[in-house]
Protein backbone atom coordinates (compact mmCIF):
# COMPACT_ATOMS: atom_id res chain seq x y z
CA UNK A 1 0.00 0.00 0.00
CA UNK A 2 0.99 3.71 -0.53
CA UNK A 3 2.51 5.74 2.67
CA UNK A 4 -0.49 8.20 2.64
CA UNK A 5 -2.78 4.95 2.95
CA UNK A 6 -2.18 5.18 6.78
CA UNK A 7 -2.77 8.74 6.84
CA UNK A 8 -6.44 8.30 5.19
CA UNK A 9 -6.96 5.24 7.65
CA UNK A 10 -5.87 7.85 10.60
CA UNK A 11 -8.38 10.86 9.08
CA UNK A 12 -11.13 8.35 8.61
CA UNK A 13 -10.61 6.75 12.47
CA UNK A 14 -10.68 10.61 13.76
CA UNK A 15 -14.06 11.85 11.58
CA UNK A 16 -15.57 8.17 12.84
CA UNK A 17 -14.45 9.33 16.49
CA UNK A 18 -12.59 5.51 17.11
CA UNK A 19 -10.06 5.03 18.99
CA UNK A 20 -6.36 3.56 17.52
CA UNK A 21 -6.99 1.24 20.87
CA UNK A 22 -10.16 -0.18 19.08
CA UNK A 23 -8.88 -1.09 15.93
CA UNK A 24 -5.64 -2.26 17.31
CA UNK A 25 -7.80 -4.98 19.58
CA UNK A 26 -9.83 -5.58 16.23
CA UNK A 27 -6.60 -6.61 14.38
CA UNK A 28 -5.28 -8.47 17.29
CA UNK A 29 -2.00 -6.33 17.79
CA UNK A 30 -1.03 -3.64 20.22
CA UNK A 31 -1.95 0.11 19.87
CA UNK A 32 1.99 1.16 19.32
CA UNK A 33 2.19 -1.78 16.40
CA UNK A 34 -1.32 -0.01 15.16
CA UNK A 35 0.31 3.55 15.67
CA UNK A 36 3.29 2.77 13.49
CA UNK A 37 0.09 1.82 10.44
CA UNK A 38 -1.07 5.35 10.62
CA UNK A 39 1.81 6.79 10.77
CA UNK A 40 3.47 4.90 7.51
CA UNK A 41 6.35 3.02 9.17
CA UNK A 42 4.53 -0.09 8.84
CA UNK A 43 3.27 -1.20 5.29
CA UNK A 44 0.06 -2.92 5.14
CA UNK A 45 -1.28 -5.80 3.12
CA UNK A 46 -4.56 -5.95 1.80
CA UNK A 47 -5.93 -8.57 3.84
CA UNK A 48 -4.96 -6.26 7.04
CA UNK A 49 -6.24 -3.52 5.17
CA UNK A 50 -9.87 -5.30 5.00
CA UNK A 51 -9.51 -5.91 8.75
CA UNK A 52 -8.96 -2.50 9.25
CA UNK A 53 -11.93 -1.38 7.42
CA UNK A 54 -14.01 -3.37 8.98
CA UNK A 55 -12.71 -2.34 12.41
CA UNK A 56 -13.70 1.52 10.82
CA UNK A 57 -17.01 -0.25 9.14
CA UNK A 58 -16.33 1.04 6.12
CA UNK A 59 -15.32 -0.38 2.43
CA UNK A 60 -11.82 -0.66 1.73
CA UNK A 61 -12.11 1.31 -1.43
CA UNK A 62 -13.49 4.24 0.80
CA UNK A 63 -9.89 3.46 2.40
CA UNK A 64 -8.15 3.78 -0.93
CA UNK A 65 -9.59 6.60 -2.93
CA UNK A 66 -10.27 8.70 0.27
CA UNK A 67 -9.36 11.72 -0.51
CA UNK A 68 -8.07 14.20 3.11
CA UNK A 69 -8.31 17.07 1.81
CA UNK A 70 -12.00 17.01 0.75
CA UNK A 71 -13.10 15.58 4.03
CA UNK A 72 -11.71 17.84 5.96
CA UNK A 73 -12.85 20.75 4.07
CA UNK A 74 -16.58 19.18 4.12
CA UNK A 75 -15.95 19.30 7.65
CA UNK A 76 -14.96 22.73 8.40
CA UNK A 77 -17.23 23.87 5.82
CA UNK A 78 -19.64 26.42 7.40
CA UNK A 79 -23.26 25.37 6.15
CA UNK A 80 -25.61 28.03 5.57
CA UNK A 81 -28.71 29.01 7.77
CA UNK A 82 -32.14 27.23 6.24
CA UNK A 83 -34.33 30.27 5.60
CA UNK A 84 -37.76 29.26 6.46
Not at 4 to 30: C, M, P
Not at 45 to 70: G, M, Y
Given at each position: ????????????????????????????????????????????????????SNALDV??????????????????????????
Amino acid sequence: MKKDTGNKIRKIRELKSVSQHHVAKHLGISQAAYSCIESGKTKINDEKLLKISNALDVSKDLIINFDVEVALNACLKVQPPVMS
